[in-house]
Structure formats: structure tokens, C-alpha cells
């Protein structure tokens, strides 16, 4: 064994062992559409007195961190997000309502002298203008009084508790504790009411949130005046209900919020949605990767069997690499996950590809110097097909946001991931297999002492695929005519996430039609709702903005049509950050399309990157088409659908062109056009074997992964068949076109054919 093959195995055993270990020891963070919950993403907003700068957004978030405390909510998370946003998020909430109206208040409390009832006109009936210094507020009956200047604010109160006392009639009340000098202010305030005789209006002190009255009791008799309520404790009474009692003491302990809050944005998930979404992948991805690993045994044999040890590796190091990070797994990441299963079988089809090129052109060399070969020359174009890939996962995570974020997480550690397990892993079992004299004496068991059936038949016929070249560039323009007149005709069905509204999603128990649904909710005040079913009892309601009182309305007509609807996903997006997203993912397309441009311009010829761009471009407006005419969702997850596409659409240009590359280095005479052709007919047996490992799992994604995921399997299934034709027939032929009006013309010479690598002997 060679010191490379020891340092290569001593570094694949070495990763592998951290990753079981971080897999056994530390769990992934599931996102909230995974378990359950709600999240809520609140702006800051300036007020008259205060500007929601970045440091009244840091005092904001440290405010509702306190009031999520106090709401007992198990793993709640809270984060900033840029200079004015913080996202919340809320395990095991399944009605935001409560939630959001505590976490939005900017509760306001102040405790203040009553110096009367408010005088009125006696023609007008309405309060007389109050003096300086004063406030007018109507108290818990609607009589306005005068309000003198605040004695104590939230500042200073130390806790808050809704607390019962049956026994003297006082029901529900809200025990309340001042800290510091807070004790000291409440001891004068009452004892300056306490000198007022009884009955007096003045006698009282208000208590007050956000400019209403919320209770104004009298000073007790007993207490003496200019002595007051000492001990730092009072309580506040006012005929509360229990959970009026328990809001209060929560907005009185979390104090108050510097600046005002807007929800710009609430998901609401069912944990059943999550259970099922975590159920159905977790199928696709054992099924689909049972498939590809069979596909690839049956097409590679002894060679296919070890890179399916090293698909398992990978699983292990991605998911532990997701763990270290501490990155959340949410649905289109765990889509992005099952996916890049796929994308790992290429890298070891590249390689066992070319090693069976180097073990049918130089038999006598062997098996080890055929496999090494074969990891050196497929090394390039692993490495500029992930790279490119790595570009899209990038922007994803630099330019969108929330799931789609998520997913360019993990479509990012997956190919970084597949890359380790192709170079190390696997040649490391490979390296060993093939150094065993009872594989050297049977070299077909190994897969790659058999040029296979694809490259055989291509053999036998040798098409010249690029001499109609523009009848395959005319094909790609009617395609792509056909598709994108779809977004002409019916246009693009944006989803709330790009328009702003609400979307919430009912399970029914019996199927409700969706006519009567948008009668019933026309006559409950809603006429525009737009209303779809599915054959399976799933109903959903997208409409304008709406409160959550409104949404509750809702909740209660579907429920009264259906008898029972259990409520499986709530979204609400607002206006402002729709068009926010909607920017973000155009400038993430165009953003995508440039950096990839710039990248394959720097490592091919600038013909060679134009191509590949106009491909990916035809690609993603054919997949974008294909979806208007269905009438299928523009959402987040299709948008993380549409930059894999794009990515894989590369992956194919990128290894056309570096064998271009690789055979024009050394053929200067022989005209593009046939050394292009020549290059696809070599590398078209490691597009199908790819293909087919990606068909499976996306195929497996598509039945068996669920509603959530149909549409993201679907996308990318379409994005696969169309990436397939359009590097062979769009980026090929429109590369040999610009070559032929950029460079000068090639020396005459008598045109001779590349030969394909066939079967020897």
C-alpha cells in the first residue's frame, strides 16, 4: 500500500468516525414546518419619540425574549434578522393569535394620579381641553377623567402574576411587585390619594397600558395618608377573566418594547403536516436510494456495489455536518437533502466512466493504473460541475431567505459532501478491491473492464449528431416559444410568499365543494377568497391580508361546512415583504446567471460560457413555462427548485465541454464541429447513468413524498429531462455556431473522425 493510499484511508476513516459520532450525539434542529409550531418575523417600526435604529432593535429583541419566556414555550427561538427584523419562533404553537397579540403589543404601563372626573361643555357634551401636563382618558365605565403626570412606569415593576382570591369576591386579579425605588414612588403615589375622602374620584389611582384605562381602584380606607401602600406590592383588579389576568401579567413582566412591532410575516404548521412531510421523505429517500444503489451495481458491479458503501458514508457525513452547524432542516432542505443523494452518484459515475475508457484503450496496463487514471482525468470536470453548484447554493443562502435558505444550506454540504465520499471514500475501497489478486484475475466483475451497452451501440453506429445542429437549435426555440407563451396566456400564479396575503390549509374530515367554501365566505365578509380542494379532504383559503380575527372567522366557517377541519398550515405574509421577496428572487436568477457566466468565461472559452448560460437560461424559462401552463405555484420551494435546475443544467454543460476541451488539446486539425460531436457521443453514457440515478430519487419524491413535496419533484424532474437535451442540442450547437464567427478559420486539412473509445479486442 502506498503512502497516498494510507494518507487517504487514514482521512476518509477519520471523517467518517467524527460523523458517526456528532450523528450519534448531536440531534438536528428541525425547523417549525417539520415539528410544528408557528414563527413569526415582526419589523420594528418608528414612533413619535423613538427610532427603530439597530440598537432599539437590539432592546426590542431582549423585550420579547422575556415575554416568550413567559410564555412557557418549550425550545422558542428568537433571532435578528438585518437591522429591523426578528424572527420568532414558537414550538407547539398552534394558534398564533395569543402570540402575536403579545408579542406585538408595545405595552406601555404607567401608574397615574387621578386628579378628577374631566369636565364637559354643555352644549357639546365633550371633554373640555385638559391642561398641561395633564391626560383624558375614559376609565373602565367610559366617564372621561384627568390624569396627572406618570409616578411609575413598567421599568418599575419586578414581576407579574395572575392570581384568584374566590373568597372575597375579587375573582381573577394581577398580583404586581416594584423593585427598587418603584416601591418607594407606589408608597407616595397612594398615600397622596389616600388623603382624599372617600368617594372622591381622586381617591383613585389609574393604571394604565398603552393609553387605556385598565383598572382604577380606590385607595382602600384603611390606608393613612401621606403613608400609602408600603411592602412594594399592590394588585390590580378589574373584573378579569383568567386569561385577560394572564395576557396582562405576561406584557407587565415582559416589559415595555422601546419601538412599535408589525407582523410582516406568520407561518403557521400543523404537527401533523410536519409528521407526515418527515414520514413521506424519509420513504422517498430510503426507496430511492435502494434503487439508484441497485441501478448503479447492476450497471457497475463490484465498483457500483462499494460507491453504494460510500452513498451510506455520505448520508452520515452530510447529516453530521448539518448537526456541527447547527444548521435547522426544514422541508425544501430535506428535500435538498434527498436530492443531493442523487447528485453524489455523479461524481462516481464520472470517474468509473472514464476508468472504463482508460481500461479499454490500455488493457495491458491493468485495472489500478486504469482506475487511478480514471480519478485523475474525471477530477476536472467533478470539480467545475460542483463548484457550479456550489455557486447556486451561495446565492440561495446570501440572497433568499427562511426555507429556501435552508435548502442552499444543505445543498451546499451535500456537495461538498459527495465530493468527499466520490475522491476519498470511494477510491479508497476501490484502491483496495482492485489491489486483490482474485479481482485482478476476473477484471469484468470490477464494472469497468465492460465499456457498457450505451457506449457500445454508440460504437457500432457513431451518429453525427452536430450536423444538424440548427434543426436542434430550432427545436430548443419552438420549445421554448411553446413553454413561455404559457406565461403570456395564463401567467404566473405567484404564491403568498411573492404577493403578500394570507394562505391558510384545512384538513376536512368529510370533502367540502369549493363553491359553497367561497359562498359561505363571501357571506362572512370575504368575497375574494380564493378557494382549491384536493381529492383527499385538503381544502385551502388564500385571500388578502387579514387578522388574525379575521382568520379565526375563517377557521369558523370552513369548520361549520366541513364538521370539523383540523388546521394543517397558516401564512401571512405582508405586502412589503412580498415585494421583498419577489426582488430577492429575481435578483438571485440574475445574480445565479452572471456569476455563472463569469466562472465558466474564466475556466473555458467565453463561446463555452455563453452556451452554457444560454442553455440554463432556456432551461429555466421552459421549467417556468411548464408551470404557468399547469398553473402550478411560484413560490419559495419552486425557486429552490429552479436554481437546482439551473445548477444541473450546468453540471452537464460543464463535462461536454471539458472533454472539448480535453480533446482539442491535443487535435488542432480536426474541425470543432466533429470534436464537439465526439465529445458528446463519450460522455453521453455518464449523462444517462446520472440521469437515471437522479430520475430515481426524484421519481420516489414524487410519489411517495407527499403534497408538500409533489411540486418540488415535479419541477425538477422537468428541469433533469430538459438540462439532458439542452446541454447536447442547445449549448453544444449554439457553441459551435459562436466558435465559427469568432475564430479565424482553421488550416485546410482533409476532416478525419475522433474515434470513440470502444470495446478492445
Not at 391580508?545 to 372567522?553: P, V
Amino acid at each position: 500500500m502506498t503512502r497516498a493510499i494510507r494518507v487517504r484511508a487514514f482521512f476518509a476513516l477519520a471523517v467518517l468516525a467524527l460523523s458517526l459520532y456528532i450523528t450519534l450525539t448531536v440531534p438536528v434542529r428541525l425547523g417549525l414546518d417539520l415539528r410544528g409550531g408557528t414563527q413569526i418575523v415582526l419589523e420594528t417600526r418608528d414612533s413619535p419619540t423613538a427610532k427603530a435604529d439597530s440598537e432599539a432593535t437590539d432592546r426590542t429583541l431582549e423585550v420579547l425574549r422575556h415575554r416568550i419566556d413567559a410564555l412557557g414555550v418549550a425550545e422558542p427561538g428568537i433571532a435578528r434578522s438585518g437591522d429591523n427584523r426578528i424572527i420568532v419562533e414558537l414550538p407547539g404553537i398552534q394558534d398564533p393569535r395569543e402570540a402575536a397579540d403579545v408579542l406585538g403589543r408595545t405595552a406601555q404601563l404607567a401608574f397615574h394620579p387621578v386628579l378628577g372626573t374631566a369636565e364637559t361643555s354643555e352644549t357639546s357634551r365633550q371633554p373640555l381641553p385638559k391642561k398641561p401636563a395633564e391626560l383624558v382618558l375614559p376609565d373602565e365605565s367610559g366617564q372621561p377623567v384627568r390624569l396627572g403626570p406618570s409616578a411609575l412606569t413598567g421599568a418599575d415593576v419586578d414581576s407579574a402574576e395572575a392570581r384568584i382570591d374566590q373568597q372575597s369576591g375579587v375573582g381573577w386579579y394581577v398580583g404586581v411587585d416594584f423593585k427598587g425605588a418603584g416601591g418607594d414612588a407606589w408608597a407616595r403615589l397612594t398615600g397622596e390619594a389616600a388623603c382624599r375622602p372617600a368617594g372622591d374620584p381622586a381617591r383613585r389611582v389609574a393604571i394604565v397600558l398603552d393609553d387605556k384605562v385598565i383598572s382604577s381602584p380606590q385607595v382602600n380606607s384603611s390606608v393613612a395618608c401621606r403613608t400609602g401602600i408600603a411592602g412594594g406590592s399592590t394588585q390590580i383588579t378589574g373584573s378579569f377573566s383568567r386569561d385577560e389576568a394572564r395576557e396582562l401579567g405576561l406584557l407587565i413582566n415582559g416589559g415595555a418594547l422601546p419601538v412599535p412591532v408589525e407582523t410582516v410575516e406568520q407561518r403557521t404548521v400543523g404537527p401533523t403536516l410536519g409528521a407526515s412531510a418527515i414520514e413521506a421523505s424519509a420513504r422517498a429517500a430510503v426507496i430511492g436510494t435502494a434503487l439508484t444503489s441497485l441501478f448503479i451495481i447492476a450497471v457497475y458491479r463490484l465498483l457500483g456495489a462499494l460507491a453504494a458503501v460510500a452513498l451510506a458514508c455520505y448520508g452520515v457525513i452530510s447529516y453530521a455536518a448539518l448537526a456541527a452547524l447547527g444548521a435547522t432542516l426544514t422541508l425544501p432542505g430535506l428535500a435538498g437533502f434527498v436530492l443531493a443523494i442523487g447528485m453524489a452518484v455523479d461524481a462516481n459515475v464520472l470517474v468509473f466512466e472514464r476508468a472504463r475508457e482508460e481500461y479499454a484503450a490500455r488493457q495491458s496496463k491493468g485495472l489500478r493504473a486504469a482506475l487511478t487514471a480514471g480519478f485523475r482525468n474525471a477530477f476536472s470536470a467533478i470539480a467545475d460541475s460542483n463548484i457550479t453548484t456550489l455557486i447556486a447554493a451561495g446565492l440561495l443562502f446570501f440572497l433568499a431567505s427562511g426555507p429556501v435558505r435552508g435548502f442552499g444550506v444543505t445543498l451546499g454540504i451535500g456537495v461538498l459532501a459527495s465530493m468527499l465520499s466520490a475522491l476519498a471514500i470511494t477510491r479508497v475501497l476501490a484502491d483496495h478491491a482492485v489491489a486483490r489478486r482474485s479481482v485482478r484475475r476476473r477484471p469484468r466483475l470490477t464494472g469497468i473492464a465492460d465499456t457498457g451497452k450505451v457506449r457500445d451501440w454508440l460504437v457500432r453506429r457513431n451518429p453525427d449528431l452536430m450536423r444538424r445542429r440548427r434543426t436542434w437549435l430550432a427545436v430548443s426555440a419552438v420549445a421554448l416559444v411553446l413553454a413561455t407563451s404559457g406565461i403570456a396566456l395564463r401567467g404566473l400564479n405567484f404564491g403568498v410568499e411573492f404577493t403578500g396575503g394570507r394562505l391558510m390549509e384545512y384538513a376536512t374530515s368529510t370533502p367540502v365543494d369549493a363553491d359553497r367554501a367561497r359562498d359561505a365566505l363571501a357571506d362572512a365578509g370575504l368575497p375574494r377568497a380564493v378557494v382549491q380542494t384536493s381529492g383527499d379532504g385538503d381544502l385551502s383559503v388564500r385571500t388578502d391580508q387579514l387578522s388574525n380575527a379575521e382568520a379565526a372567522k375563517v377557521d369558523k366557517t370552513i369548520g361549520d361546512l366541513a364538521g370539523s377541519a383540523d388546521k394543517i398550515r397558516d401564512e401571512l405574509i405582508g405586502p412589503s415583504l412580498g415585494d421583498e421577496l419577489r426582488r430577492g428572487a429575481l435578483i438571485a436568477l440574475a445574480s445565479a446567471l452572471a456569476a455563472q457566466l463569469l466562472y465558466l468565461a474564466v475556466r473555458f472559452r467565453w463561446t463555452f460560457g455563453t452556451s452554457a448560460v444560454a442553455a440554463m437560461a432556456h432551461d429555466a424559462l421552459i421549467l417556468v413555462g411548464v408551470f404557468a401552463w399547469l398553473g402550478k405555484p411560484i413560490d419559495g420551494v419552486f425557486l429552490a427548485a429552479l436554481l437546482t435546475v439551473i445548477g444541473y443544467s450546468v453540471n452537464d454543460s460543464v463535462v461536454v465541454f471539458d472533454r472539448i476541451r480535453e480533446l482539442s488539446a491535443g487535435d488542432r486539425r480536426t474541425p470543432f464541429s466533429r470534436l464537439t460531436n465526439t465529445a458528446i457521443l463519450q460522455t453521453l453514457p455518464r449523462t444517462v447513468n446520472t440521469g437515471m440515478g437522479a430520475v430515481f430519487i426524484l421519481s420516489a419524491l414524487t410519489l411517495l413524498g407527499g403534497d408538500s413535496l409533489t411540486d418540488f419533484a415535479l419541477a425538477l424532474l422537468i428541469g433533469i429531462v430538459v438540462g439532458t437535451y439542452s446541454s447536447m442540442f442547445t449549448a453544444a450547437p449554439l457553441a459551435i455556431e459562436l466558435q465559427a464567427r469568432s475564430a479565424p478559420p482553421p488550416p485546410t486539412a482533409t476532416p478525419r473522425s475522433v474515434p470513440l473509445t470502444g470495446r478492445s479486442g
